[in-house]
């Protein structure tokens, strides 16, 4: 089993800024990739940012606000998050594929989700 859990959320002005942190857990051989997914009410959820090895990639609405990066030999990912806007405001999800120890296949998983809130 793998387990993520997300944290650091909460509410801020705009033009503040928030840490998220995605910790992972279990039987972990190796995170292939970590990303953060969002979403707003009536909204879909869409890619914010995720990390391959040194490769990152972001989302046209946080590019140059926002940064991903990982703590490989913790299983951890971040999202420095600056100069947040309204829009900004949703529950914001980890992603991770991994490959599990000893049986050694593939499993993506989701953590639960930590609520980021910016008042204008």
């Known amino acids: 089993q793998v387990q993520l859990v997300e944290s650091g959320g909460g509410l801020v002005q705009a033009g503040g800024s928030l840490r998220l942190s995605c910790a992972a857990s279990g039987r972990i051989f190796r995170i292939n990739a970590m990303g953060w997914y969002r979403q707003a009410p009536?909204?879909?959820?869409?890619?914010?940012?995720?990390?391959?090895?040194?490769?990152?990639n972001y989302a046209d609405s946080v590019k140059g606000r926002f940064t991903i990066s990982r703590d490989n030999a913790k299983?951890?990912?971040y999202l420095q998050m600056n100069s947040l806007k309204p829009e900004d405001t949703a529950v914001y999800y980890c992603n991770a594929d991994a490959l599990l120890s000893?049986?050694?296949?593939?499993?993506?998983?989701?953590?639960?989700?930590?609520?980021?809130?910016?008042?204008s």
């Open 75 to 77: 299983n951890t990912v």
């Open 42 to 56: 009536g909204k879909q959820r869409e890619l914010v940012a995720s990390i391959t090895g040194a490769n990152t």
């Open 102 to 119: 000893i049986v050694f296949r593939n499993l993506e998983v989701w953590g639960q989700g930590t609520l980021v809130t910016v008042s």
